[in-house]
């Protein structure tokens, strides 16, 4: 492990005397070329809102023996405090296996300076090293079936009446080259995974003419992130969007789902009691892979996210 964090260590403190708008130019050794923001940037994200929204009785707590309500702000360990972690770039398009990020450099041709430099080397982040946000939540209904669908997910500075959000030039850039995953457990476990979710949170910002960290003449096509299992290969992957939510009235909470509509998990409940919860993990990272994460978001934040999630049953799917 120490001989694993040194290198590491040793490069954030390199970047952190590097000034704004470099173009670096990276690839792997094994011929794995990429877009790739290399910077250990202050960018992170704190005061993450999940609340449970829907038309029949869905509750959410941090704690499996916890209080469950209709909304909860959760944070790592489940503790009332603001991530305090670095979101450093990395990529996967599994979170149960990991994720992976550049841990070493060399300079581009015969130069010594930062303004070129190539990935030599990958290695696995591991969840000590806070490169990534992740917490657990808790579903739960009284249902007797519930389907689970993000009904939403919003970043920005929300308003007095929590009805909308400011989205500064900031906002929009850093989350652009943003990822949301999603683990979920079997009902009641808090050691079986059944399913895994990766959703883009702004596909509707991008930077304009980007210090794009690709090679020269090396751009790869397509969608793509680093596979977890495999040190400095990519693979073809696209996160889910917008289009794979369902439709959500805030103002009724009325909820159904569409034929893209992508469902986490079903819940049951009793009726006159809830059912047991279902565990989801939730990460949130920095993809090194995105075309948009580039030299801009340096010491950029986003400060605030929430989801939505909303519950909806067999009978309701009938009849909207």
């Not at 708008?21 to 923001?37: C, D, E, K, N, S």
């Not at 609340?51 to 509750?59: K, P, R, V």
Request: with cysteine.
């Amino acid at each position: 492990m120490q001989n694993h964090q040194e290198p590491v260590r040793r490069l954030r403190r390199r970047f952190r005397l590097a000034v704004l708008g470099l173009l670096i130019a990276l690839t792997a050794t094994v011929a794995a070329t990429f877009a790739w923001y290399i910077y250990n940037t202050s960018a992170h994200t704190t005061k993450v809102k999940l609340a449970a929204g829907t038309s029949i009785n869905l509750q959410i707590s941090n704690q499996r023996e916890g209080r469950y309500e209709s909304a909860t702000t959760l944070s790592p360990a489940g503790q009332d405090e603001s991530f305090v972690g670095i979101l450093t770039p990395v990529s996967t398009n599994d979170v149960r296996k990991g994720f992976q990020k550049a841990t070493n450099f060399e300079p581009l041709g015969t130069g010594t300076g930062l303004d070129a430099l190539w990935a030599n080397a990958f290695g696995f982040s591991s969840p000590e090293e806070q490169d990534y946000y992740k917490t657990a939540l808790y579903l739960r209904t009284n249902a007797p079936s519930a389907d689970v669908y993000i009904a939403n997910m919003d970043y920005g500075q929300p308003s007095a009446d929590g009805t909308a959000s400011t989205k500064t030039e900031q906002d929009r850039l850093m989350s652009s080259a943003m990822r949301i995953g999603f683990a979920v457990y079997a009902s009641g476990s808090d050691e079986q995974v059944i399913a895994q979710y990766i959703f883009s949170l702004n596909e509707d910002d991008h930077i304009d003419n980007p210090l794009n960290n690709t090679a020269p003449g090396q751009d790869q096509p397509g969608s793509f992130v680093m596979d977890p299992t495999n040190p400095g290969q990519t693979v073809a992957f696209t996160p889910l969007n917008t289009e794979n939510y369902c439709l959500y009235d805030p103002d009724t909470s009325a909820a159904s789902a569409t034929e893209k509509s992508t469902k986490l998990c079903t819940l049951t409940g009793l009726g006159s009691d809830y059912g047991e919860a279902t565990r989801m993990d939730v990460y949130l990272w920095l993809e090194g892979c995105d075309p948009d994460c580039t030299n801009e978001l340096c010491s950029m934040t986003l400060h605030n996210l929430s989801i939505i999630f909303a519950g909806v049953s067999s009978e309701e799917e009938g009849t909207q």
